[in-house]
């Protein structure tokens, strides 16, 4: 085989991913983590996504937005069931599992009817985004209306919650508008979409860290209590 493509695969993001691949393995291995322990799974399935796609794109030179495409609808359901969990009120919790309900349809049908397996599903990665948006507008209105104060900074769900924000709105900037930052590129010389899409990961994988070492703390104050 040939390595001379070999570095091609730690870029920024994929790195950033990995960094926190272990980190939650480090993390959340324990049974008090509970829930959060799922990320460690999901983790590890994104990462091979990314090692998959890679080889097929520059070694075995084949399309391989099917690979993405999967594993977004994969990825968005899972970080939008997270924050979720994030809800102590069912009625609210309801809603935003009706929310998660219809982005499975929308994606599903995107992925079969609309824009297809052999092509990246932007419109899935902008609607994902949108419905990430409002839920954590939910999860961080929850929190503002508790009664009982809490340290935010030491809450895991406020970490995730910001993290998963400040990229979905990002995110949701880059898929909608791709054709005006292509041709911003081509007039400037500079790729704005991928200064733009490594720094919201940076963002998004910082924030999950933090997360979880929050997390980590949190449930070893608990069993000292």
């Not at 010389?189 to 733009?196: A, D, E, N, V, W």
Request: one cysteine or more; charged letters at 10%.
């Amino acid at each position: 085989m040939d390595f001379s493509k070999f570095h091609l695969l730690f870029n920024l993001i994929v790195t950033a991913e990995c960094i926190t691949f272990f980190a939650a393995i480090l993390l959340l291995h324990k049974k008090e983590i509970g829930r959060w322990r799922l990320f460690i799974p999901m983790l590890f399935i994104i990462v091979s996504v990314e090692t998959l796609g890679w080889y097929f794109r520059y070694y075995l030179s084949r399309p391989n937005p099917w690979i993405f495409n999967l594993n977004m609808i994969v990825t968005d359901v899972f970080i939008l069931w997270m924050l979720s969990t994030g809800i102590k009120s069912a009625g609210i919790r309801k809603i935003t599992i009706s929310l998660v309900s219809l982005f499975v349809l929308f994606a599903v049908g995107n992925l079969l009817f609309i824009q297809g397996i052999q092509q990246y599903n932007q419109y899935t990665e902008s609607v994902g985004d949108v419905i990430e948006v409002i839920i954590c507008c939910v999860v961080l209105f929850h929190f503002a209306r508790e009664d009982v104060y809490h340290n935010l900074l030491s809450n895991e769900y406020f970490w995730l919650t910001n993290g998963v924000l400040f990229s979905a709105i990002g995110g949701a900037f880059l898929y909608t508008f791709p054709t005006i930052l292509a041709n911003f590129q081509k007039h400037t010389g500079i790729g704005i979409f991928g200064i733009l899409n490594n720094i919201l990961n940076i963002l998004l994988y910082g924030s999950m860290i933090t997360a979880f070492i929050c997390r980590n703390r949190n449930m070893k104050s608990l069993q000292v209590l």
